[in-house]
């Protein structure tokens, strides 16, 4: 099969059309939270329950969440647009004013979260300029009758009532 050039440009112009929900990856390293914000989650297996992200392979808060060997998603209903964006930067104390509690892992369960679900890493792979994370869920709660937080060609966006 030939190299296809996509450029990159109308390559997130076409996706940007699919609507994505919000999460937030923590995990605890050495006793201290970390977190970063990520739209590619997706489920990936009933049997055994798998759950997987794709951080990318230049972020330097997925180093540190490798690192603990656990991971919990938490993802976003639609009122958590700054704490997206709070998690979302480099360099500043993303966990300034977030309130979470410890889930089985250990990993923090950000509180007004939509769901969460807490996980053991099960297996890495690189892929093109991302890292394919696959997670083994141990735990996971939901709050039912809230909306997401959603992200829609290259804006942040939620469902109607």
């Known amino acids: 099969m030939?190299?296809?050039?996509?450029?990159?440009?109308?390559?997130?112009?076409?996706?940007?059309?699919?609507?994505?929900?919000?999460?937030?990856?923590?995990?605890?390293?050495?006793?201290?939270?970390?977190?970063?914000?990520?739209?590619s989650f997706f489920s990936?297996?009933?049997?055994?329950?798998?759950?997987?992200?794709?951080?990318?392979?230049?972020s330097t808060s997925y180093p540190r969440i490798r690192q603990s060997g656990s991971f919990a998603v938490n993802i976003l209903e639609a009122s958590q647009r700054p704490l997206c964006e709070q998690f979302s930067r480099s360099g500043t104390d993303k966990w300034?004013?977030?309130?979470?509690?410890?889930?089985?892992?250990?990993?923090p369960l950000l509180e007004g979260a939509l769901a969460s679900i807490d996980c053991d890493l099960e297996q890495?792979?690189?892929?093109?300029?991302?890292?394919?994370?696959?997670?083994?869920?141990?735990?996971l709660d939901s709050t039912p009758g809230r909306r997401p937080l959603l992200f829609f060609n290259g804006s942040y966006e939620h469902l109607a009532a």
């Open 44 to 58: 990936l297996s009933l049997d055994p329950p798998l759950v997987a992200f794709s951080p990318s392979l230049h």
């Open 96 to 107: 300034r004013g977030v309130e979470w509690r410890p889930g089985v892992t250990g990993s």
């Open 2 to 39: 030939p190299d296809v050039e996509i450029p990159s440009r109308e390559f997130r112009r076409v996706l940007g059309g699919f609507a994505s929900g919000v999460t937030i990856i923590t995990a605890m390293v050495d006793g201290e939270p970390v977190g970063m914000t990520c739209q």
């Open 124 to 139: 890495e792979l690189e892929t093109g300029d991302h890292y394919l994370t696959i997670g083994r869920v141990l735990e």
